[in-house]
């Protein structure tokens, strides 16, 4: 029994050590591909202001000729996408990638892989036995497959390479969307109530166990879509959820981007969904936007709500203000910390022009 136990032992401590050569292995591959790539120029990551235009519609015809636009966010659900099982609708991409590229813009893409998922992926996961997390999103009772779930991952992992070989040689297309921690949206949201953490613990919840999730998706993104850069947004899982780790409320987030930035070097953007006029100013010491201030230069932001017709003022905290005064001070939070770009709700840049021509000049100036 003795002998048996240290047979396990070695063969566990074999496995780790051929994982670490493997990934050490990929890194050095990655670093000496763009030393020779570096030799002829490498693209920059755009700057300015990218419209977010309507889940799974074009973009409006007042996006695309404004001269401030510089880019323009595509987004669409998974489930449109692909509908059955290997079966894929790209007319909507391919179509929206089209007109955008011959308005001179680039395009942001997020396909929404968590509240825009097929069926017939959670009836996959159930099928194999998977674990569900159950949480209250808005009212609404909503249970998900739990973020490592290789079932999910797997699927997950086909979509975003049969995407890539579609478009990733699409000039237009510049920025990708990686997802790994996103309870409802593509934003982080790891839901974190005691409640939610007693349920985590019992499905087996740990810190690795996320981390690899974040590497499986990254690492898929990256290599599906080698010539585009990959965007991430984060946040922190609460002070209680990754303890004992020494810093838990980021530990996840931070721990992700130092090993994506060490595998893919000048690929991986780090930004923040929630830009209003009540974030921390710079450089955010003490608050989740100290991983922003670190992570820079490659940066970005996306508002967190409209500014025009939203009777509840979400970007303001509540207060009533004057959209275009609440818009103008996000941006300038947003600039503050340096983003390269900002993600600004259709609806905002037109009907605000003058902030939008603002905002481009602000966020492109040298």
Same mark, same amino acid.
């Given at each position: ?6 047979? !396990?032992?070695?063969?566990?401590? #074999?496995?780790? #050590? ?7 292995? =990929? ?10 790539? =570096? ?5 920059? @990551? *755009?700057?300015?202001?990218? =419209? ?13 000729? /404004? ?22 609708d790209f007319s909507y991409i391919d179509t929206t990638l089209a007109s955008v590229g011959a308005a001179g813009k680039k395009v942001l893409l997020r396909i929404m892989t968590q509240g825009g998922k097929p069926a017939w992926v959670t009836t996959a996961v159930k099928n194999a036995g998977g674990l569900f997390f159950t949480f209250n999103?808005?009212?609404? !009772? ?12 797997? !699927?997950?992992?086909?979509? @975003? ?12 297309? #510049?920025?990708?969307?990686? &997802? ?26 740990? &810190? ?14 990256? $290599? ?15 002070? !209680?959820?990754?303890?004992?780790? *020494?810093?838990?409320? /980021?530990?996840? $987030? ?14 991986l953007i780090i930004q923040k969904n929630d830009l209003s006029t009540f974030i921390p100013l710079f450089p955010g010491t003490g608050t989740i936007y100290d991983i922003i201030t670190e992570s820079a230069p490659d940066i970005a932001g996306q508002m967190l709500f409209q500014c025009v017709g939203d009777s509840s003022y979400k970007v ?13 001070? #996000? ?36």
């Amino acid at each position: 029994m003795k002998k048996l136990t240290q047979t !396990k032992q070695v063969l566990t401590y #074999s496995a780790r #050590s051929i994982q670490t050569i493997t990934r050490s292995l =990929s890194i050095a591959f990655v670093a000496l591909t763009l030393l020779i790539e =570096s030799t002829h120029g490498r693209a920059q @990551i *755009p700057q300015g202001v990218f =419209s977010i235009a309507n889940l799974g519609l074009a973009p409006q015809d007042e996006v695309l000729t /404004d001269p401030n636009v510089d880019g323009v966010t595509v987004r669409l659900n998974w489930s449109t996408l692909e509908p059955t099982e290997g079966q894929y609708d790209f007319s909507y991409i391919d179509t929206t990638l089209a007109s955008v590229g011959a308005a001179g813009k680039k395009v942001l893409l997020r396909i929404m892989t968590q509240g825009g998922k097929p069926a017939w992926v959670t009836t996959a996961v159930k099928n194999a036995g998977g674990l569900f997390f159950t949480f209250n999103s808005n009212g609404k !009772k909503t249970s998900i497959p739990v973020f490592w779930d290789p079932t999910f991952l797997a !699927k997950k992992t086909a979509m @975003i390479q049969a995407l890539g070989a579609h478009v990733t040689n699409n000039p237009a297309l #510049s920025i990708v969307v990686a &997802s790994f921690a996103n309870a409802t949206s593509e934003d982080w949201n790891v839901p974190h109530s005691n409640t939610d953490i007693t349920q985590w613990q019992r499905l087996g919840y740990t &810190s690795d166990l996320l981390i690899g999730a974040g590497h499986t998706i990254i690492d898929a993104t990256m $290599a599906a879509f080698p010539n585009q850069f990959v965007t991430l947004a984060v946040a922190a899982n609460g002070t !209680k959820l990754d303890q004992p780790n *020494p810093d838990p409320a /980021d530990y996840v $987030a931070r721990t992700v981007k130092d090993d994506e930035r060490a595998l893919w070097p000048g690929r991986l953007i780090i930004q923040k969904n929630d830009l209003s006029t009540f974030i921390p100013l710079f450089p955010g010491t003490g608050t989740i936007y100290d991983i922003i201030t670190e992570s820079a230069p490659d940066i970005a932001g996306q508002m967190l709500f409209q500014c025009v017709g939203d009777s509840s003022y979400k970007v303001n905290k509540g207060v009533p203000i004057d959209p275009a005064l609440a818009l103008t001070i #996000s941006v300038n939070n947003g600039v503050g910390y340096g983003e390269k770009y900002i993600e600004i709700y259709q609806v905002d840049v037109v009907n605000l022009p003058d902030v939008i021509a603002y905002a481009h000049g602000a966020l492109t100036a040298p």
